[in-house]
């Protein structure tokens, strides 16, 4: 039987739990920061928590506001610097690959060199470029500013994602996560009235003006966000272990066991055999969640304009609401991972998905292309919820972010580079993109059943709990 402490009025006292201690003179140093304090509290939310939510959230919404506003201004950037079509391809696929370099390097340094810092840097490169793209004076420098962008921009909510799942109580980290996810959704759409409202007045440059004073956001991060306490746990365990061996003491079995796996290298470590079955399934997820989007994504305007004959500013719209409805979805998703369990969350979101993507792709009704079309978004977006707070689970904090960043770089060049060939011969040879889109059911049901079958269940448990 538990008593309640009282004060000396006799009211209850505040609940300050457990006394905070260091595991090494690292986590010592950071402990002198009241937000990293907070950051250890698993047992409630404090400032500190929303902190680095806001900070991760509004990554993912410039995430969004920054790719929405490439693709609204592409007709205008073309004229300007009289690009064909096939030559403004190549060099979106430049800029694709460049970002996805940057997808796996972010994450593998915030492994080596902690994940705010990293952040905070990742943040200023990518508004000190932005200004550049505006001022570009020919293709090629406009290419290669914004290449440098999106490598900045990929490992943002990379690192930020990490971040947040290394600092929110377990029971709140798919919700949190999903909820930051989501606000991508937000940024697309908040890009939408941008490129209306400024573009139309100022032109096309000022529109990347704009998200400039996201730099900001870094001072915000530095000041007020701390470091992972997974990872300066990790930091001083491996210090403690090497300095145990350098000077011929012993150390557990448990110690020699990690350390032997923590020095190999990083990329090797996602195959050794404890870990291999995670890297794989944490791949495929990433993988056909990055097919499905693409193929949607890239082709759903041509195909609304192809087979139903609906106008820029008809697609435009649906795409706005579209957006905004998988919103909902992911938010949702989120609070049922939390609540219900990952692999139900997965579950619940591609069957809904695929069924309402599959009566979409039929139908030819103009009322139910948006009926069906506003509810297949709810399960096809909402589970990149689930999916962002999956590859996080999946690997321990020594790589954590390797693993992140290996996921999904091969992810993106996968759904990005390669699939596109896939979706344009499909409609080369039949003739719409119909097909294509069929496709994407399957994989999505393919991947409800690879999920429910074959994965761990992670809602609620320590990141420690899952690996070491």
């Known amino acids: 039987m538990s008593s309640t402490a009282v004060d000396a009025a006799g009211a209850p006292a505040p609940d300050v739990g457990p006394p905070l201690v260091p595991g090494g003179p690292l986590e010592a140093k950071h402990m002198r920061s009241a937000p990293y304090r907070n950051a250890v509290q698993q047992g409630k ?26 693709a609204l201004v592409a007709p205008m950037v073309m004229q300007e610097f009289a690009v064909t079509l096939p030559e403004y391809r190549s060099g979106v696929q430049i800029a694709m690959l460049v970002g996805i370099v940057g997808l796996y390097l972010w994450p593998w340094l915030a492994d080596q060199f902690g994940r705010r810092t990293l952040l905070a840097v990742n943040i200023a490169m990518f508004s000190l470029m932005m200004p550049l793209v505006a001022l570009a004076p020919n293709w090629g420098f406009f290419v290669a500013a914004y290449a440098i962008v999106r490598f900045a921009l990929n490992g943002e909510w990379a690192i930020g994602s990490m971040l947040v799942a290394e600092t929110w109580p377990a029971r709140l980290r798919g919700m949190i996560v999903s909820v930051d996810r989501s606000a991508w959704g937000v940024g697309a759409a908040l890009a ?11 032109g096309w440059r000022a ?16 000041f007020l966000c701390p470091e992972s306490p997974y990872w300066v746990r990790t930091m001083d365990r491996k210090r403690r272990i090497r300095e145990a061996l350098r000077n011929g003491h012993g150390i557990s079995a448990e110690d020699r066991q990690w350390i032997g796996k923590a020095e190999k290298v990083g990329v090797s470590q996602l195959f050794l055999p404890d870990m291999r079955r995670s890297t794989l399934l944490a791949t495929f997820v990433a993988c056909t969640n990055v097919i499905a989007f ?19 500013a008809e697609y435009g719209s649906f795409y706005v609401a579209w957006g905004l409805i998988g919103v909902l979805g992911i938010i949702g998703a989120g609070w049922i991972i939390d609540r219900f369990g990952r692999r139900l969350g997965f579950v619940l979101m591609l069957v809904e998905g695929a069924v309402f993507l599959t009566l979409w792709t039929y139908t030819s009704n103009n009322t139910l292309l948006w009926v069906y079309g506003l509810l297949w978004s709810i399960g096809f977006l909402g589970v990149w919820g689930p999916a962002t707070t999956y590859t996080a689970e999946m690997y321990p904090t020594r790589i954590r972010g390797v693993g992140n960043g290996f996921s999904w770089a091969l992810a993106f060049f996968t759904g990005y580079v390669l699939w596109p060939f896939v979706s344009v011969w499909i409609r080369e040879a039949t003739g719409s993109f119909q097909l294509a889109f069929l496709l994407i059911p399957v994989v999505m049901l393919g991947q409800a059943a690879v999920v429910w079958w074959w994965s761990p269940e992670n809602a609620g448990k320590d990141l420690d709990g899952i690996h070491v």
């Open 45 to 70: 939310l404090t400032r500190t928590h929303w902190h680095i939510a806001w900070a991760n959230g509004l990554g993912w919404g410039f995430d969004g506001m920054d790719g929405a506003i490439f």
């Open 192 to 202: 939408g009235t941008i490129t209306a409202v400024v573009v139309g007045q100022w």
């Open 294 to 312: 693409s193929t949607v994504g890239l082709w759903m305007p041509l195909f609304l304009k192809e087979a139903h004959g609906w106008t820029a």
């Open 207 to 222: 529109a990347f003006v704009l998200p400039a004073v996201v730099a900001l956001l870094a001072v915000y991060v530095r």
